[in-house]
C-alpha cells in the first residue's frame, strides 16, 4: 500500500512540474532552432534580352535597340532593318 500512495505522490509532482519543464524545454529550442527557411525565388541578376536577328542572349544594358526590337550587335542591326 505504501508505494501506491509514493506512485501517487510521483504521478503528482510529474503532473505539476512537467508542464514547466515543457515550456522551458519549448522555449529553450525556439531560442536555439536556426529560423526558418524564407522561400528564395531565383532572382535573375541581370535582365537577358535575344537579339531579333541572330536569337542570342544578352544582357539589356549591352542591347542595341532598334526599330524592330534589340540586337546584339550594330552589323545585326543593320542586317535587319537594312539601314
Ligand atoms: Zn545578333
Not at 23 to 36: N, W
Not at 45 to 74: M, N, Q, W
Amino acid at each position: 500500500m505504501r508505494i501506491l500512495w509514493f506512485a501517487l505522490i510521483v504521478f503528482l509532482v510529474l503532473w505539476i512540474v512537467a508542464p514547466g519543464l515543457f515550456h522551458k524545454a519549448l522555449r529553450r529550442s525556439e531560442k536555439t532552432a536556426p529560423p526558418p527557411p524564407t522561400p528564395t525565388t531565383p532572382q535573375p541578376t541581370t535582365d537577358v534580352v535575344a537579339c531579333a536577328f541572330c536569337h542570342l542572349h544578352i544582357p539589356t544594358a549591352s542591347a542595341i535597340s532598334g526599330r524592330k526590337g534589340v540586337y546584339c550587335c550594330e552589323a545585326h542591326r543593320n542586317e535587319a532593318e537594312g539601314s
